[in-house]
């Protein structure tokens, strides 16, 4: 389970690209079959993206967004949680301090 104190890294095995004004992420060190996971990411995701370092929690990138777009601390929350579940699930980000294996 996600939680907003919690501590999160970029996985190796995802890369980020910046197409035609669109976040995009390709994973890397994978089958042929698994280029077709593409995923793009809106101005926000490609933000929280950004601020992923595994050295900010998700609640200091959440104080970030807040900040930047102007939003409420609990809509903030809530965006950052969902995306950060989406990105476990593709394993496009892990806890810090963890590795994975490809």
């Known amino acids: 389970m996600i939680e907003i ?3 999160y890294q970029k996985s190796a095995d995802m890369v980020y690209r910046e197409i035609v004004g669109e976040g ?5 060190r994978r089958s042929v079959g698994d ?3 593409i995923f793009t990411l809106n101005e926000t ?3 929280i993206w950004s601020l992923v370092d595994g050295q900010r929690s998700l609640a200091e990138i959440c104080q970030a967004l807040t900040r ?3 939003i409420e601390t609990a809509e ?3 965006d950052i949680l969902e995306l950060a579940s989406q ?3 593709i394993g496009a980000i892990h806890l810090a ?3 994975t294996v490809a």
């Open 87 to 89: 990105l476990k699930q």
């Open 24 to 28: 995009v992420l390709v994973p890397i």
């Open 76 to 78: 903030a929350e809530t």
């Open 45 to 47: 995701a490609a933000r």
């Open 35 to 37: 280029f077709e996971s």
């Open 5 to 7: 104190n919690q501590v």
């Open 97 to 99: 301090g963890l590795t």
């Open 68 to 70: 930047e777009f102007e």
